[in-house]
């Protein structure tokens, strides 16, 4: 009897090879980024507002706690753009310019700190409940089942309420809303896996099931959980500013923020919409650049979406 061999595609790859190319999946991934123009502007964008953050004291012109003009500031008007401040003060008498550099830091340091707190706890979970056998999965499964049951914001402003008002309960807060999808992507994503071709090889060659799990399955499964966090940190941004804006984000009114900036301008957006445009287009822009690089990726990695 003959069997029919089973033909390797470039939309079938196996062990992380892009036979498309000859070369590993993620070598692969990056040549296909580096030609995608989407790809390309999310990662100019992100790499702008990653160097304005880091070099935000460099790059403004003033301090983030300085009110040089409070005086000038009045109940119907805010000073606009001209001569020494390049955007306008804020409410508080602040270079409007100079409170935009400062609150990218804040904004990128929570989001990436919340991010990979809440990746490595769901990559945990999600090991265990893919890699661990059925028990084990079921048990954890609930636990991602009861956290996925309650809104993500409800969850995040609960948390915040509890521990207070600070930039370590803002983070454990988008953290812990994150958890959850990281948990059953890569539990999925190591199911998946784990019916392969190479893992019956493995196993009947006698390898180990934790060496099977931890070298074999979860590195062949860990691209959609990159792809996914990296999606997430443009929602870690928005969200950082939400509960600034609901009020529950850094009790220091010494620390710049967007969303604080936002909830600053509701009051004179009439007469000084500049309060309200400059920080909501920060936050889009950093979002959207988040985006199309996660999307970008996501295109890069799957074999079914790439043109």
Request: aromatic fraction near 6%; charged fraction near 15%; proline fraction near 5%.
């Amino acid at each position: 009897m003959t069997t029919t061999p089973q033909i390797i595609s470039p939309s079938n790859p196996v062990l992380g090879v892009d036979v498309e190319h000859g070369t590993s999946l993620w070598r692969g991934a990056w040549r296909r980024l580096r030609r995608n123009p989407v790809a390309i502007l999310g990662a100019f964008l992100v790499l702008a507002f990653v160097l304005v953050a880091i070099f935000a004291e460099a790059l403004a012109p003033y301090a983030a706690n300085s009110r040089e003009w409070a005086s000038e500031v009045t109940l119907t008007s805010v000073p606009g753009p001209r001569d020494g401040n390049l955007l306008g003060i804020d409410r508080y008498g602040s270079d409007l310019y100079s409170q935009l550099l400062y609150g990218a830091r804040q904004s990128l340091v929570i989001g990436v700190v919340s991010t990979l707190l809440g990746l490595t706890v769901g990559a945990v979970l999600g090991v265990l409940a893919g890699g661990l056998g059925a028990k084990v999965d079921m048990v954890v499964m609930r636990i991602v089942d009861i956290l996925l049951s309650i809104p993500s914001l409800l969850l995040a402003v609960s948390i915040v309420a509890v521990l207070g008002q600070n930039r370590y309960a803002v983070m454990i807060a988008i953290a812990s809303a994150q958890v959850p999808v990281f948990a059953r992507l890569l539990r999925g994503t190591m199911l998946s896996q784990a019916k392969s071709d190479y893992v019956l090889a493995a196993t009947s060659l006698g390898l180990r099931r934790r060496t099977i799990v931890m070298g074999h399955v979860l590195p062949n499964s860990l691209g959609p959980t990159i792809v996914q966090a990296t999606l997430n940190l443009s929602t870690a941004v928005i969200e950082v500013a939400a509960l600034s804006f609901l009020g529950l984000g850094e009790s220091d009114p010494a620390v710049a923020e967007w969303g604080r900036m936002l909830v600053a301008a509701q009051d004179r957006f009439a007469s000084s919409p500049q309060l309200a445009l400059w920080p909501g287009l920060a936050i889009a822009v950093s979002a959207l650049g988040f985006t199309l690089l996660g999307e970008a990726l996501r295109e890069a990695l799957d074999p079914k979406g790439r043109r």
